[in-house]
């Protein structure tokens, strides 16, 4: 039957009793398979850590300016790592910058999900976002 229009016959099911068998263009199916692997292969893109430094006497729209740069690598799905560094006698304030920092996370609340919330390595306040599911 397959000589006859001219296509082959696939083995689908080896392994049943009776094995199970199909009719079709191998070389088509091929073509078809390594396409939808490739477009996988596309799909499956590594997460980065994209990194956004904020400083201690950043002004509101400077704030919402890096919020929307943030916004931008939590949309191609990569993990955004914030950090803050304070110098002099900005260590005196360090409750000021982790409100500046929970605040940054507020405005990426519809985005992000906060992996770990602000914490203090020697001086600097790291924090981490990753896109909302």
């Keep these: 039957m397959a000589r ?43 997460a980065e850590v994209k990194g956004v430094r904020l400083t201690f006497r950043i002004g509101e729209h400077d ?28 260590f005196a304030h360090m409750d000021l910058a982790r409100e500046k920092l929970e605040k940054f996370a507020t405005l990426l609340q519809d985005a992000a999900t906060v992996d770990q919330p602000p914490k203090k390595t020697g001086n600097t306040f790291i924090m981490m976002l990753s896109p909302a599911r």
């Design 63 to 90: 704030l919402e300016t890096k919020a929307a740069q943030a916004k931008r690598f939590l949309k191609d799905r990569n993990m955004v790592k914030v950090s803050m560094m304070l110098r002099g006698r900005e």
């Design 4 to 46: 006859e229009v001219e296509l082959d016959l696939v083995e689908v099911a080896p392994n049943v009793h009776p094995p199970v068998c199909k009719i079709m263009d191998f070389g088509k199916y091929l073509y078809e398979q390594k396409k939808q692997d490739q477009k996988h292969k596309k799909l499956q893109k590594q």
